[in-house]
């Protein structure tokens, strides 16, 4: 399988936007302000500015006229938050060659912006960093997609070829709708562009959720009269030609993952530091004076992309064989005076901050399920292997709504999973903290399904 390395590309640009900025800082300016306090608040000004703009939101088919669009909203917003700082924090005090400093970041920045999008053209022109893509149907709308494909090589897609009910003497027609399917599995096709005009909805929504299963982007090809959703968002080629995208989820944005991965770490380190570290010797104590066995209950679980990874929790119950085939239930015999306390107040689940900082599992996000009991979800309900796009959570959305411990029929699980995927389609940093707030809130509450 063909390795991809295009994420790399954003982390890498904010890097040397972020590099280019602090050498026009010590080169130009004055270097008394040349201290953490400032570089921290241009740093953070900046990510949080270039976020807002979509000043990194550049495609393939990005025109320089948008180019030179983002780079005036961005650095309007960031002159502005330039100022407010010494406004804020510095008032009165005058700072020799602010102008030349901003002018300078703006002529090395909008130089470096522009280099790599030419330098990215010329290289995917020879054939390098390409998408592999295919069309379904044959009609005018998309003919004109397959001649942007085919003249425009410096876009980087390698267009392989088209699907449709009408049969072609073209070399390259692929055959009918039916295969493209197994096709674009044993190709490794990245994108799949789909004629609305020519498929019906139950066709697309086929291609869609096959698209999402395998981590194939979706476009969408349409007529004159093609109504958009919020699902889609449009996008031009070659100035006139409009497709839509079929929106990702967001997850699949660079920054969604980091901003979650940096959250995650920092709220775990704070939590091993300032409860794990007093309350594991005393647990140790208690647990071991009701039962024998380990304080560290250690149970494997299914994580991201359905690996398997050691999940982390106190022993909240006696020594037995079921452990790794069955779930806790009402009034279960196997439950300690001690492991019942624990299991009220979640406290047996501290322990997974390890895991959290093993980077096996997140903050918030789908609580992992037993290997014997995932095979059993799956055969009941639909879309159940989406929740592996992720890493399973301490607590989520789920949990948090009321479902959460034993699962007594099928409902249970459905609803779960239900929220489960909605989480994934709809995350926000915003929601993660809500959630969090809401199991600190449940933990004092007490909660029913807590046994």
């Not at 876009?155 to 009408?166: D, R």
């Not at 190709?187 to 959720?209: A, G, M, R």
């Not at 349409?222 to 497709?243: C, G, I, R, T």
């Not at 140790?284 to 066995?293: I, M």
Request: proline share 2%; hydrophobic share 40%.
């Amino acid at each position: 399988m063909k390795k991809r390395y295009s994420h790399f590309i954003k982390p890498i640009q904010i890097l040397i936007d972020l590099l280019l900025i602090y050498g026009v800082i010590y080169f130009v300016s004055d270097t008394a302000f040349l201290n953490a306090y400032f570089l921290t608040f241009i740093t953070l000004f900046w990510l949080i500015s270039s976020y807002i703009t979509g000043f990194y939101t550049v495609y393939r088919f990005t025109k320089n006229l948008r180019i030179s669009s983002l780079l005036a909203k961005q650095f309007f917003v960031f002159i502005l938050g330039y100022f407010a700082y010494f406004g804020a924090f510095r008032e009165g005090t005058v700072v020799n060659n602010q102008f030349l400093i901003l002018a300078s970041i703006l002529a090395t920045t909008t130089f470096f912006k522009f280099t790599v999008q030419y330098s990215l053209k010329k290289y995917r022109a020879t054939g390098n960093n390409y998408r592999t893509t295919v069309v379904l149907g044959d009609d005018t709308s998309t003919k004109e997609v397959i001649q942007v494909f085919k003249s425009k090589a410096n876009l980087g897609y390698k267009f392989l070829g088209f699907f449709s009910e009408n049969k072609h003497n073209d070399p390259l027609f692929l055959g009918n709708f039916l295969q493209v399917f197994q096709y674009a599995e044993e190709n490794h096709i990245d994108e799949i562009y789909c004629s609305l005009t020519q498929l019906t909805n139950e066709q697309v929504k086929k291609v869609n959720k096959f698209a999402n299963e395998k981590g194939i982007l979706l476009k969408l090809i349409p007529n004159a009269s093609e109504l958009y959703s919020k699902n889609q968002s449009v996008q031009y080629y070659d100035d006139a030609l409009m497709v839509l995208s079929v929106k990702r989820l967001p997850f699949e944005f660079a920054e969604n993952f980091y901003i979650k991965r940096i959250f995650d770490i920092v709220f775990s380190f704070f939590v091993c530091l300032f409860v794990l570290s007093w309350l594991w010797p005393i647990l140790f104590v208690l647990v071991k004076l009701e039962s024998k066995g380990p304080l560290l209950f250690r149970q494997k679980r299914e994580g991201i992309n359905g690996s398997d990874f050691t999940c982390y929790k106190f022993r909240s119950m006696k020594i037995n064989e079921q452990s790794e085939k069955s779930h806790v239930t009402k009034n279960d015999a196997r439950v300690t005076k001690m492991g019942a306390f624990m299991r009220k107040t979640s406290v047996d689940e501290l322990p997974q901050f390890l895991n959290v900082l093993k980077g096996e599992m997140s903050v918030v996000g789908p609580r992992p399920h037993l290997e014997s009991l995932s095979i059993e979800y799956q055969r009941d309900v639909e879309n159940y292997l989406k929740r592996h796009i992720v890493k399973p959570g301490i607590t989520g959305l789920a949990q948090v709504s009321g479902y959460r411990g034993e699962i007594k029929k099928k409902a249970d699980i459905k609803n779960r999973i239900r929220f489960d995927i909605f989480y994934i389609e709809n995350w926000s940093f915003f929601l993660d903290i809500k959630i969090i707030f809401k199991t600190i809130l449940n933990v004092f509450q007490g909660e029913e399904k807590a046994y």
